[in-house]
């Protein structure tokens, strides 16, 4: 596609439920990426893929959390029992090769924990 | 542990004042260094991407430079519009990670 796309664009959930946010990267790329940015702070990195598999998820909170990008194109981030301070935007970017190459990033998931 | 500063953390000036934004790192040892805009609600735009052997890069009234043995990136803005308004970026991958640190942003209000 022409630039990297994430679905939903806005979630809201009940605490305790689960989530499922989606990531389509640019045609092409095989490294993807996850941020969660907090309100006034700079993102903070998730997890990375080269291709399928996970490069460095060294960023993952806790076991609650777990990435998949099974055909190593579309990623989905899955967060389960989910709580309040999960809230922030899911930000997912992707590059072109391997190696730090200029990173693209989509639009964002802004969830919301209720 | 890589760190990455921006200073200042708000700016606002007249529409067609020359700026600079700053970013400093605490590893020197990086691969690359991106610029980032982010306006309010929106994804991150990339602006300019340095590599490490390179010391600057021009892309229309936008200028970074990169001194990496002292750990400091500039983003030079001429002529600043209104438009220019919102949060700029700073981001680098330190040598053996493939992960980018973001600083927490300058936020500029470029004023009509």
């Known amino acids: 596609g022409a630039g990297v796309s994430q679905t939903p664009s806005n979630k809201v959930t009940e605490k305790g439920k689960y989530v499922e946010l989606r990531c389509d990267p640019i045609?092409?790329?095989?490294?993807l990426y996850w941020y969660r940015q907090s309100l006034g702070q700079g993102p903070e990195f998730l997890i990375y893929?080269?291709?399928?598999?996970?490069?460095?998820d060294s960023g993952l909170p806790n076991d609650r959390f777990f990435a998949v990008r099974p055909e190593g194109s579309v990623s989905t981030l899955k967060i389960q029992r989910t709580e309040r301070g999960d809230s922030a935007v899911y930000l997912c970017?992707?590059?072109?090769?391997?190696?730090?190459?200029?990173?693209?990033f989509g639009q964002g998931t802004r969830l919301t924990v209720v | 542990k890589q760190e990455v500063t921006q200073i200042p953390a708000a700016l606002s000036v007249p529409e067609g004042e020359n700026l600079v934004l700053n970013c400093s790192f605490t590893?020197?040892?990086?691969?690359?260094l991106q610029w980032f805009r982010q306006d309010p609600g929106k994804g991150l735009t990339s602006l300019l991407l340095?590599?490490?052997?390179?010391r600057e890069q021009t892309s229309g009234r936008l200028n970074a430079s990169l001194d990496k043995s002292s750990g400091r990136s500039t983003l030079y803005i001429a002529a600043s519009q209104p438009g220019d308004s919102a949060t700029y970026l700073c981001?680098?991958?330190?040598?053996?990670?493939?992960?980018?640190?973001f600083g927490t942003g300058t936020r500029l209000k470029v004023l009509a």
């Open positions: 340095i590599q490490s052997s390179q």
């Open positions: 893929f080269q291709g399928t598999g996970a490069a460095d």
């Open positions: 590893d020197s040892a990086i691969y690359n």
């Open positions: 970017a992707s590059s072109r090769d391997r190696g730090p190459t200029e990173a693209f």
């Open positions: 981001a680098v991958t330190t040598s053996g990670t493939y992960k980018y640190i």
């Open positions: 045609s092409g790329h095989t490294a």
